[in-house]
Structures are given as C-alpha cells and as structure tokens.
C-alpha cells in the first residue's frame, strides 16, 4: 500500500490529520490562510524534527532543495523562512498541544508491551519529574530563571507501562518542581513515583485522600517514629520495613496519617535508599524496584534532548518554543505508535536514526526495519592506527 510512498509520507500517515482539523478549528488556527495552514506547518516541523535540522534557515534551505517532492511529502505550497517563523509566532501553541494529547490517548492504547517494566502490577504507574532547559535571557526574554540566566521547565508525567508521557506541562525555570503537583489530576489505584523534590506532605496527603498511592525518598532531617516493623529478608537488600507517623506538628498536621518506610541497600550502585509511601499492600521489595523504574523519565528526557529539537529553538517567543516542543513530543509519540503497529523491535534511538537518512526514499517502511534489507559493514581492521 505503500508503494511510491516517500518515507515521510508514510510516518505521517499513523497519525490522523481530521483530529487535527478539529484541534485547529477549535482556536480558528487558519484565519484568513490561502496556501500555508497549520497540518503544512505541523508537517515542515515534524520533517525537521525527524531529519534533525539545527535552526528554521537549515530546514528551509533543506526543503528548498527538494519542492518538486513537496506536494508528494505532503507540505504544501507556499513554504518559506517568513511564513514558517509567521506561524509559529502567531498560531496558537495550544492547536499542537491538544493534538499531542489526543496521539498521547491512542498510543497509551495500544503501547501496551514496555520491555523495561516488568513488574505484575495493577492500574497505572506514573513518574513525574522535571527538566530545566537553559536559554540564553537577552534572547528569550520572558523565560525567567536567574538574574542573568534563562530557562524553561517540562514538568512530564511518564506512563511507565507504555513508556508514554500522559502530561507535560511546561513554565519558566523558576517555578519550583513540586508546584506540578497542584496541577496533576490524581487517578485512584495508580501509583506515583517522585524524587524528593516532590517531598510535600499536603500535597503527598492529596494523593493519598484521592485513593491513589506515591512512593518517593525520605529527605534525611524528616522527624518520625517507628510504630511497628515488619520482617525482611536481608538477602534481597532490604534493611528494614516499617510503619511510621510524623512527629514534627505542622508535618504530622498536613499528613495526619500513617507511612510506610523502606530501607534499601542497593549493591550495584552501593548506596542506601531510604523510601517512604502510603501503599501498605506491596512487598517491601517491590516498593524498591518501583523507585528504580523512576529512572526511564530520565531516559525519556536523554532521548528527547538529544535526539529531537528542544535545545536549538527555532524561534524566540514562548509560542514558538512550546509550539516546537509539542512537535518534539507528536514526533516521538508517532515513532512509537509506529513502532508498535508495525511490530518493529528497534529502539526508538535506531528508528529515528534510520529514518533520518531515509525520508526523501521511497521504500516501504517495513523493509526499512527488516533484518534482511538491513547490512551491518564493519572496517577491517577497526583498530586506531598510529601516526608515528
């Protein structure tokens, strides 16, 4: 079905460009367009994310190579440096963030088979952390940080199951990373997983009154008192598990209830974690392994500063930055619902990488990823030879 198809096209079309009509109609996105709309805009941002272009002149000069391929590529007319830089300014960011969840919804479907989290739990399990994107302050005027320094925050909610992020929410770099909390819609029986600059024990209560359940470490100056203590096995890395309430008043006031607290010795890493969660019915040691699963939102915000354009921006004002930052996160979530359709066992790094050289062929996507089509070459003599 694919044949002719150039492989942009083919990427493009796992998502679905009615659901973004609505989106645009919703903030009347294409008032008073004739050629350049918002799906050629999504289009020319989606290309450059994909064959990581470094700036809106190197993604132009690129297209500008190749018009004859426009229409087929799905682009349009009318593409140029002004338009594209016009559009990011004026167009509503909100158009592509509405979108990014309605692909977000349909991936969290059918992403159901995430390797790297393999523990038998029920309901959803969420890690919530942010990153700091530094911007230059004379540049990005309104991303306030420090008196001479500017950055931005993604404030991401990862569904670990699916390796998909359900939420991001994103602000200025001074806004302290626990106030996500207050914009988080909690979801009862789901499990939240926070480092400890989330360690708030109002907002901490909040989950827990809403019948959800969090696990994240106990800052060391926190006052408590052992209640009771349950037996571990030593052999696993478990120090101790114990029930505990909060002795200091105004703590023991925002968290009126009991705690559960976990120690754990990790030998790999050799060093000691001391967790605290509401969730009594786990075994301790799940509640360990939990914590380390903690570290594919790292992995996720790795990928996604290295791999797509969230560093480099191609605009100035905080509506064309979140606007190429909620391309960044369509891109990454059409790779996946690709991947997952097409029973694609690369990593989401090899799929970008292959795609990247690939997008102006017309080869199938499938054989694009066959074992058999495929070649691994390798020098022959791959050692560093000596100068002298």
Known sequence: MNSGKYVFAQVASFIDANDFIKCVKRYNGNHRVQHFTCWHQLMCLMFGQLCNRESLSDLITCLNTQKSKWYHLGLGVGISKNNLSNANIKRDWRIFADYAYILIAHARKICVDNVDFNLDIEGNVYAVDASTIDLCLEVFWWAKFKKHKGAIKLH???????????????????????????????????????????????????????????????????????????????TTGL?????????????????????????????????????????FNLPALQIALLYKQRWQIELFFKWIKQH????????????????????????????????????????????????????????????LFDNNYLQSFKELNPNQLNLF
Request: net charge positive; hydrophobic share 35%.
């Open 239 to 279: 120090l101790c598990d114990q029930t505990i309430r909060l002795n200091n008043y105004y703590a023991h006031k925002k968290y009126p209830g009991k705690l559960r607290r976990v120690k754990y010795y990790d030998s790999e890493t050799n060093i000691t974690f001391d967790f605290v969660t509401n969730n």
């Open 308 to 367: 797509l354009k969230v560093k480099s921006f191609w605009g100035y004002s905080e509506n064309a930055v979140k606007i190429q930052i909620y391309t960044a996160i369509i891109t990454y979530v059409t790779v996946a619902i690709m991947k997952q359709e097409m029973k694609i066992k690369h990593s989401n790094y090899e799929i970008l990488q292959i795609l990247s050289i690939t997008l102006l062929n017309k080869t199938p996507v499938n054989q």
């Open 156 to 234: 991401t909610q990862l569904d670990l199951k699916t390796n998909i992020p359900s939420f991001i929410h994103i602000t200025d770099g001074s806004v302290h990373d626990v106030n996500y909390l207050d914009l988080m819609e909690v979801e009862a029986n789901s499990i939240y997983i926070l480092d400890r600059g989330y360690v708030d024990f109002e907002r901490l209560y909040n989950i827990h009154y809403q019948k959800a359940y969090f696990v994240t470490r106990l800052k060391t100056n926190t006052n408590y008192r052992r209640l009771y203590s349950r037996k571990t096995d030593k």
